[in-house]
Each structure stands twice: as structure tokens, then as C-alpha cells.
């Protein structure tokens, strides 16, 4: 079972390290977003670092977003998708793969280049720490539900846009709980409290994602 | 009498032609009655005065807005388990008049807001969990309007709508969860409600209006729905040839 598993996630690495270009957009995308809000608002440090959480949070959903679309688009044009669905294996785990290695590929390299960024916002050390650990909690999550977006949306006319409506709202909970992380270790009221919420919606999304993403690619499959 | 007969649309067809009158009458009575209680009976609140009328109006689109997803999730998930045709068409039915009764529930409170708080918007989370209950409505919309399919269409539409449905308790459990400026309950199951009796009374009819409504208009969209899918059969044609 984990061998399949296993050669799902290899197969998009390997995919991925052939295609370097495609990736890399969804980075520099992150960096660009975070970076026109310090042209927009102005570069008064203070407010960079009040608002650098939220801004920083809203471009990695955005930048996770812009990949999404081609979770398994790519797969599904040339046919290897629905051979992978008819395959015994099951379905859930394929998701689960194929999830995951979106979040090798487009989610560590956010948390790498988050820190740079960070420091852009006069965001403290500390305040850093927490937006890594904050972000290595919430990009997973940022991959399994986008999973299920992406499968409803396989296909359609426009399924990049209506990924986007669909998603986002589901983003929610774990962009106010990421963003506040760092925003309590600001205020000095600690981040404990953000933290495990977001653990425990990760666990969540790691529970039910998969399974509403099967059911949604069989449905968009047929 | 086997109420499994009314799971086929075309007995459903007939059985909601015969209701709908009913309910559209129940909804006309019960709105004068609510709307006079609103507006004649209850006294001015001494705080509030007059401008708290508007609960009238948004307390019970608020529960309706909520309370019509979480249908719609129920009948979803019928369709998705026993794969009945209906079930899908009444969750399609009932999403507009959900988009609509969470617009009027975010924009009757934006009027009370107003004078109440000082503020047309807060970013309170009541009011962003509402807000984002209309952004699931419009998604799940939208999906619908995208896939040209019917089949696939009604599925994926209700696997969109279950996993938002862990929103909806989000949102009523949110003023407990958050101290936030949106105001507790005022009614509540298990004590007596602090409001006065004239003023709760109006309420409830309100919402009973609003439910009301809601069937009527949801029969009626479900009639059209099943129009539209079932014209290649016999049974539509025969029933147009009798009509025309």
C-alpha cells in the first residue's frame, strides 16, 4: 500500500525536477506578491511589521493557488490519470501522493524562502520562528484541500478562476490561525493557542481531504 | 401510502404543485402577522429604539441562511449515498434562496451595525464567517453553472457543500468561541430569553414566514429543475399535451 504511495510521490518529484521552470513561477510569484505591498502601503517599518504575517500568509495561499490548477491537469491530458484511478490501488492514496509531493515541491520552498522575506517586513527573530513553524503547519494544509478543488475542477472551461472561488473560502481558518500565530508572538500574548488549532485543523484536512478528493475525481472522471 | 413513490420527480412533480398554494399562503399570512407584530406590537427597546426592528429582518435570514445549507448538505449526502435523482435537485433548488436570505442576513446587519455600533462592517467573526458562508453559497454556484454535465455536476456540487458545511456550526458557535462585538444569542432553548415576549414573538413568526417562503420557492425551482432534466420522457410530454 505505502509502496504505491511511494511511487506516486516519485514519479511527481521526478516529474518536477525534469520541468524546473514550472515551479520556480509559483515561487517567484510568492516573492512578488509580498513584495508590491511594501510599494503599496509605504515602507514605514513598524506597520511592514504589523501587517507582515497576514501579508505574507495571503501570498503564500495565493502563490499554493496558482500551482493547484495542474495538480492533475497535466496527468489527466495525457490519460495517465484515469489509468492511475482504474489501477486496484486505492484512490484516496494517489490524492494523498499526489498532495503530498505538491507540498514538497511547492510548500518547502515557501518555507525557505519565507525567512528572507520575513526580515523584507522587520519581522524579529522570534516572530520568524513562529511564521516557519506556522507555515510548516499550514502549506500541507494549503495542498490537501486544494486537492479537492483541484479534482472538482478538472477539466472545466475556466477551472483555474473557479478553483480559486471554491478554495479560498476553505483557506480561511487556517490563513486566521497561521497569520495569528505570528501576530501573538508580536503582542506578546504567546502562540501556543494559534499553533495547535492550526495542528489540529492540519490532522482534519489530513482525515477527510483525501477522501472528499477521491470521491471528486471519480465523480469528475466518469 | 409508500412516501418512497414521492422520491420519483414525476410524482414529486404533482405532489409539489399541490403544495406549493398552501405554502405560499402560509408564507403571505404568517408575513403580515410578523411584519405587523414588528412594526405595531413590540415596544421600542430602550436602548436601541426604534432601529432594532431590523432584527426582525436579520435574525431570521441569519438562521435561514444557515440552516438552508446545512439542508442542502443533507440532501447532498442522500444523493451521494443512494444516489436518488430528487435529492440533487433539491439541493439545487434551495442554493439561490441560500445565497440570498446570507445577503440579507450580512446587509440588514450592516443598517443595524450602523447605528448600533458606529460601524457599517466590523471584521468580527460572526460577520467574516457569514461572509464566508455567501462565498461558499456563490462557489457552490458557480460550480454548478460550469459543469455542463448533470450527473457529474450534482456530485461534485454536494462533495463542495459537505466540506463547507464544518463552516456552518463555525459560525454559530463563533460568538461563544471569540468575545466579539457581535451580541450573544438572545434566544436560547434551554433558558428564558432576554428579550420581551411582544418582541420574541415577532421573531419567531418572522422566521416561520421565512421558512415558509423558502418551501414555496424551492417547490417551485424543484418543478422547473425536473422539467428541464425529465423532457425526454413520456410522462412531461403527455403532461404538456394536456396543458396546451
Do not use: C
Amino acid at each position: 500500500m505505502h509502496r504505491f504511495l511511494l511511487a506516486v510521490l516519485r514519479r511527481d518529484l521526478t516529474l518536477a525536477a525534469r520541468r524546473r521552470g514550472d515551479w520556480l513561477i509559483a515561487q517567484f510569484f510568492f516573492v512578488m506578491v509580498a513584495s508590491l505591498f511594501p510599494l503599496g502601503v509605504g515602507p514605514e517599518p513598524e506597520m511592514l511589521a504589523r501587517i507582515g504575517p497576514g501579508v505574507l500568509w495571503v501570498a503564500a495561499t495565493l502563490a499554493s493557488l496558482l500551482s493547484l490548477s495542474r495538480l492533475f491537469a497535466d496527468d489527466h491530458h495525457d490519460g495517465s490519470l484515469e489509468h492511475m484511478v482504474l489501477s486496484p490501488e486505492p484512490t484516496v492514496l494517489l490524492v494523498l501522493g499526489k498532495s503530498l509531493a505538491h507540498w514538497l515541491i511547492y510548500g518547502i520552498p515557501l518555507l525557505l524562502i519565507a525567512p528572507v522575506l520575513g526580515i523584507q517586513f522587520n519581522l524579529s527573530w522570534e516572530a520568524i520562528w513562529v511564521l516557519e513553524i506556522s507555515l510548516l503547519l499550514g502549506t500541507p494544509i494549503l495542498s490537501l484541500l486544494g486537492g479537492v478543488g483541484a479534482a472538482l475542477t478538472l477539466g472545466l472551461r475556466g477551472g483555474g478562476v473557479l478553483l480559486t472561488l471554491l478554495i479560498l473560502p476553505l483557506y480561511v481558518p487556517a490563513l486566521i490561525f497561521g497569520a495569528g500565530a505570528v501576530d501573538g508572538v508580536m503582542a506578546g500574548t504567546g502562540a501556543e493557542a494559534h499553533l495547535s488549532l492550526l495542528g489540529a485543523f492540519l490532522v482534519l484536512s489530513l482525515m477527510i481531504a483525501p477522501w472528499i478528493a477521491a470521491a471528486a475525481l471519480r465523480v469528475s472522471l466518469e | 401510502m409508500n412516501l418512497y413513490t414521492y422520491a420519483s420527480p414525476a410524482n414529486f412533480y404533482v405532489l409539489a404543485g399541490k403544495l406549493i398554494p398552501w405554502f405560499a399562503w402560509g408564507t403571505g399570512i404568517f408575513t403580515v402577522w410578523g411584519l405587523y407584530i414588528s412594526f405595531f406590537l413590540a415596544p421600542t427597546d430602550f436602548q436601541q429604539s426604534e432601529a432594532y426592528r431590523i432584527i426582525f429582518i436579520h435574525v431570521p435570514a441569519a438562521w435561514m441562511s444557515m440552516f438552508i445549507y446545512l439542508v442542502m448538505a443533507f440532501w447532498g449526502a442522500i444523493g451521494l449515498a443512494f444516489n436518488t435523482r430528487l435529492s440533487f435537485m433539491m439541493a439545487r433548488a434551495l442554493a439561490p434562496t441560500g445565497a440570498i436570505f446570507t445577503f440579507i442576513a450580512l446587509w440588514t446587519g450592516a443598517w443595524w451595525g450602523k447605528p448600533m455600533w458606529g460601524a457599517w462592517w466590523v471584521w468580527d467573526a460572526r460577520l467574516t464567517s457569514e461572509l464566508i458562508l455567501l462565498f461558499l453559497y456563490v462557489g457552490i454556484i458557480a460550480l454548478w453553472a460550469a459543469i455542463d454535465d448533470i450527473r457529474r455536476g450534482d456530485r461534485a456540487g454536494s462533495l463542495l457543500t459537505l466540506i463547507g458545511a464544518i463552516n456552518v456550526p463555525i459560525i454559530y458557535f463563533s460568538v461563544k468561541w471569540w468575545n466579539t462585538l457581535h451580541q450573544g444569542a438572545s434566544v436560547s432553548l434551554t433558558k428564558a430569553p432576554s428579550m420581551a415576549a411582544t418582541m420574541l414573538q415577532g421573531m419567531l413568526v418572522m422566521a416561520i414566514a421565512a421558512w415558509l417562503y423558502t418551501i414555496t420557492v424551492a417547490l417551485i425551482r424543484v418543478r422547473r429543475i425536473i422539467l428541464e432534466r425529465e423532457r425526454q420522457t413520456e410522462w412531461v410530454k403527455a403532461l404538456l399535451e394536456k396543458e396546451t
